[in-house]
């Protein structure tokens, strides 16, 4: 594994290059922008296509680091909370104001009110590559994707080998063989008969799907409500439709199966006793610690549980995306990144981690891969929706507040840097 953490030797604060060539594919595209040397770098897998300067948020309005993608573009947009200053070529990274736009002061030191600055023309070139969708991750240090294999990682399924003359009828073909100083003789109606499928019957293969977002997290309040309240539902104490929260009717449900089974629990309400309790009176075994969530054309699609190995140890946040897909030999080209982690005393409390020495080593996004198991029908369904410029994000924290209608998941990894636009 080469490390994740490179210096771009190459990119310059102050340069603007042009693409070296053409992206294939507009969804395999990602933008990483470095506020420490305040730079922008566009990339297609490894290579790198297009560089620019660009101008962060200044002190008291600091961009915030994570994992974003582009959810809304337009040519020419007017801030609302700055005096309807100008933002052309606008593309807007999270509904709360972070966008990438053009601006006429673009200094070499942060200075805008949370957005990510740039030159007119590099803006203008920017807003003709991209679509909505096109993931970019900001951090401190400059990041660069790199080539990364693991077992954990999605591979697509494999295209079944196209059938031999299908379609084809057959019928034995009979001869009779005649003295060797005669000639083979064969009756017309003992020909094989073949029936050649008409053009439009042939079926065109299915049209590429939109990327899935993924994310891997540790669980949290809302699918562990969630999963109570379908298992107390099945025992009898009705909950209402299982949806996370914790109305009334949940909070009497757990009330009296905590008194029918004598179950005693201190601290929150749904807690780790609670839950275990739970699952094995319904004959579930352990509770899930963990979550894989799947979005498409920036809605939710399906989630499942996830088992994390190791659970006192942070996982880190880690960034991967599909870059090439070959259903033919059933294999995806997977590029990885790998953030700081800015996890508070009171989100390590709440999960119970103890220790971040994994989550800082020189592997830490193969170790925090191979903790990680989730069940085979959900793996399987990924696979068979899995297309070029998908992602997969591991994260410790969870679903942010950024992440709702209209966007994949977003990771905010530095807290309390949700700037405005400017």
């Known amino acids: 594994m080469k490390p994740f953490l490179l210096g771009l030797a190459l990119l310059s604060a102050t340069t603007l290059s042009q693409p070296v060539f053409a992206a294939q594919d507009a969804r395999t595209l990602q933008i990483v922008v470095s506020k420490d040397r305040q730079s922008l770098a566009v990339y297609d897998g490894d290579k790198v296509i297009a560089t620019s300067k660009v101008s962060t948020g200044k002190r008291g309005h600091t961009t915030p680091s994570g994992i974003f993608s582009i959810l809304e573009k337009k040519v020419y947009h007017e801030s609302n909370l700055y005096s309807a200053s100008p933002m052309p070529f606008m593309q807007r990274l999270t509904w709360s104001g972070i966008a990438l736009h053009e601006s006429n002061s673009v200094p070499n030191y942060p200075a805008s009110h949370g957005c990510v600055r740039m030159p007119k023309a590099f803006a203008k070139m920017l807003y003709q590559m991209t679509e909505r969708g096109v993931h970019v991750v900001i951090a401190d240090q400059p990041l660069v994707p790199q080539p990364f294999e693991n077992a954990m990682l999605f591979q697509p399924l494999a295209a079944p080998p196209p059938a031999l003359f299908s379609g084809i009828e057959l019928r034995p073909m009979t001869a009779s063989f005649l003295p060797q100083a005669q000639s083979l003789q064969v009756a017309t109606n003992d020909v094989t008969s073949i029936r050649i499928p008409k053009a439009q019957e042939t079926l065109a293969p299915p049209a590429d799907p939109a990327p899935l977002s993924i994310l891997i997290t540790r669980r949290g309040l809302r699918e562990n409500v969630r999963d109570l309240q379908g298992i107390l539902n099945g025992m009898g104490f009705i909950t209402g439709t299982p949806d996370g929260m914790l109305g009334p009717a949940t909070v009497q449900a757990i009330e009296d199966f905590k008194k029918t089974h004598d179950i005693k629990t201190t601290g929150s309400l749904v807690s780790p006793a609670l839950m275990k309790a739970a699952y094995a009176a319904a004959g579930k075994g352990e509770p899930p610690n963990g979550a894989i969530m799947v979005r498409q054309n920036f809605r939710p699609l399906f989630e499942g549980p996830a088992l994390i ?26 590029f990885g990144m790998t953030l700081e982690e800015d996890l508070s005393k009171q989100t390590k409390r709440r999960y119970g981690i103890t220790s971040e020495k994994q989550s800082q080593s020189f592997d830490a996004a193969g170790q925090a891969l191979n903790r990680i198991t989730i069940p085979d029908d959900i793996r399987h369904r990924i696979e068979d929706l899995l297309t070029a410029g998908s992602s997969l994000t591991i994260s410790d924290t969870g679903v942010g507040p950024e992440t709702g209608n209209e966007t994949d998941f977003i990771t905010i990894t530095n807290n309390g840097a949700l700037g405005k636009k400017g």
């Open 309 to 334: 190995a190791e659970p006192e140890e942070a996982l880190g946040v880690h960034f991967f995306t599909a870059n090439a897909i070959d259903r033919i030999s059933g294999k995806a080209d997977w």
